[in-house]
């Protein structure tokens, strides 16, 4: 039996545009220790990501950009999969995780990656809309590098 938690879960992380014009994004607050890392650069992001423009939201802890929504979350677990060894994608010095089953996809597929071995772990949510993916790491990587302190390195 599938659940149906994943898919309201990312109905939350994804809402769709308000009346207002306003995104309401839901995140969870990350932990104390990662706090002070994720205002930082989340004030930081640049104001397009893939070539679409920054909606206003009232989130505290998540961005997101385009219509469907590409969307950045601050101080997310360690994705699960992710371990010692595991591949990774690695854009202008930022490591990315992306599950092995996206990975393994012959068509473009929604994905999840995940900047790993940094001191706060940060999850974009990518829909096959921009394929490809290398656009927005690109546009975000530099901000990840130079706010989020390197903690490690895929091999």
């Known amino acids: 039996m599938v659940s149906a938690r994943p ?3 990312s109905l939350l992380l994804l809402a769709s545009a308000c009346g207002n ?3 309401h ?3 969870q607050t990350p932990p104390a220790a990662a706090r002070s890392t994720c205002s930082d650069l989340l004030a930081h992001v640049p104001a397009k990501v893939a070539g679409q423009s920054r909606h206003e939201d009232d989130a505290t802890w998540a ?8 969307t ?3 101080g997310v677990a360690r994705p ?4 010692a060894g595991s591949a990774c994608t690695t854009v202008n010095g930022v490591d990315w995780y992306i599950p092995q089953s996206q990975l393994d996809s012959t068509v473009p597929v ?15 949510e990518l829909p096959k809309d921009y394929w490809p993916p290398a656009n927005t790491l690109v ?4 901000v990840v590098k130079s706010r989020d302190p390197a903690s490690g390195h895929c091999l």
């Open 21 to 23: 014009g306003t995104l």
């Open 72 to 74: 950045l979350t601050c």
């Open 63 to 70: 961005v997101a950009w385009g219509d469907p929504a590409i």
């Open 7 to 9: 898919v309201v879960l």
């Open 80 to 83: 699960s999969g992710f371990v």
């Open 139 to 142: 546009d975000l990587s530099g």
């Open 25 to 27: 994004l839901e995140s």
């Open 110 to 124: 929604d994905l999840t990656l995940t900047a790993v071995y940094r001191e706060v772990y940060l999850r974009v």
